[in-house]
């Protein structure tokens, strides 16, 4: 292989590297961005949810119909942002212990903090190399 052959297959390693980081950062941001959208959204159903119980709790009337429309609203989205929070640990290279809940690098076996096995990281797909 030559020398100019080196240099063209080293540059389009990095761009690759630098494309798949670029679009890795955008996936981090977009993620931060939602879970800031589902906290608020959570803390808006969190003070309705107050309010319906305090009408509730004045009126003598149960409203359970919307109370548990509201429930099923707040559980909904805390599912959405645990499954986000999930999807920015794996982006980030990070998994949480399952018993103590510290985040530490996807590649520890056990937890630095209580010694627990950690799961299993996920199979990596071949990072994409660029052939003579």
Not at 73 to 94: H, Q
Not at 95 to 119: E, R, W
């Amino acid at each position: 292989m030559s020398f100019v052959d080196n240099i063209v297959n080293t540059t389009k390693n990095v761009a690759a590297t630098a494309g798949k980081k670029t679009g890795e950062a955008i996936g981090i941001s977009k993620l931060k961005v939602k879970n800031t959208q589902l906290n608020i959204d959570i803390k808006s159903k969190n003070e309705k949810l107050g309010a319906l119980v305090y009408d509730m709790a004045k009126s003598g009337e149960k409203d359970t119909e919307a109370f548990d429309a509201l429930i099923a609203e707040i559980d909904a989205a805390k599912a959405e942002l645990e499954e986000n929070n999930k999807a920015l640990d794996e982006l980030r290279g990070k998994v949480t212990c399952t018993v103590c809940g510290v985040k530490t690098d996807i590649d520890n076996a056990f937890c630095p903090k209580c010694g627990a096995k950690l799961p299993e990281k996920p199979a990596d797909p071949e990072e994409p190399v660029v052939e003579e």
